[in-house]
């Protein structure tokens, strides 16, 4: 069975600083897709940024990109610039089906 | 936005009532989810679908069941509610992967707030 592991439940970020936020995963497919998924308070789940475990290249979208260490299983997500709209719950999932880590909820502090 | 439109948004409800959600798609997705997300578990997966007719269990799908009649509709049902069905279900919609991948990257409706009194 897959699992995700969000090892830490809360974060906090000075406004335009950078945090990282960490996932580990486990899965038995050799062909899969990592996400992480961003929660604001509106509950809409918003893709923020995906990355094919086939590709070595890390996927990045504007201020957001991953570091994905496939051997080690690890999946982390950066963000750059951080900005006040980016507090949320960041949830890390691996698929498939699609398994979910428990979240990160993030806090900018102005 | 991927157009995925779920209703009822809020319900409120008593123990031992049937409650039907509806989850609407107009992207032609082949496949279908339910998700229930409740605090400290993230979201967990109840059923799915893979086409029309045909539906799949999840982690946890004790007293839930489905139904796919049209490519565009995905029911959850509860025969009959209990409290520990209080939740917010989310429907999700996605295509067939690349490259050995089975489902593509997953678009989330906006939720509804089930409450079981």
């Known amino acids: 069975a897959q699992t995700v592991t969000q090892s830490q439940p809360e974060m906090s970020v000075q406004e335009a600083e950078t945090v990282t936020l960490s996932c580990t995963y486990d899965?038995?497919?050799?062909?899969?897709?990592l996400f992480w998924y961003k929660q604001p308070p509106s509950r809409q789940m918003i893709l923020v940024i995906r990355q094919e475990a086939y590709k070595q290249q890390n996927a990045t979208e504007n201020r957001f990109s991953v570091n994905f260490q496939k051997a080690a299983k690890s999946f982390s997500l950066k963000i750059s610039d951080s900005q006040l709209g980016d507090a949320a719950m960041y949830f890390c999932a691996c698929n498939t089906p699609l398994v979910f880590g428990k979240g990160t909820r993030l806090s900018v502090i102005a | 936005d991927a157009g995925i439109t779920q209703s009822p948004r809020h319900k409120v409800t008593e123990t031992g009532t049937p409650v039907t959600l509806r989850c609407h798609q107009t992207?032609?997705?082949?496949?279908m989810y339910w998700y229930r997300q409740d605090p400290g578990h993230g979201l967990r997966l109840i059923h799915y679908s893979y086409g029309v007719k045909d539906t799949d269990k999840g982690e946890v799908s004790d007293g839930y069941s489905v139904s796919r009649s049209k490519t565009e509709d995905f029911l959850l049902t509860l025969e009959s509610a209990t409290s520990s069905q209080t939740s917010v279900y989310f429907c999700a919609i996605s295509e067939p992967g690349l490259a050995g991948v089975k489902v593509d990257t997953q678009y989330f409706g906006p939720g509804t707030r089930l409450t079981v009194l």
């Open positions: 899965t038995s497919e050799s062909d899969y897709y």
């Open positions: 992207e032609n997705h082949r496949y």
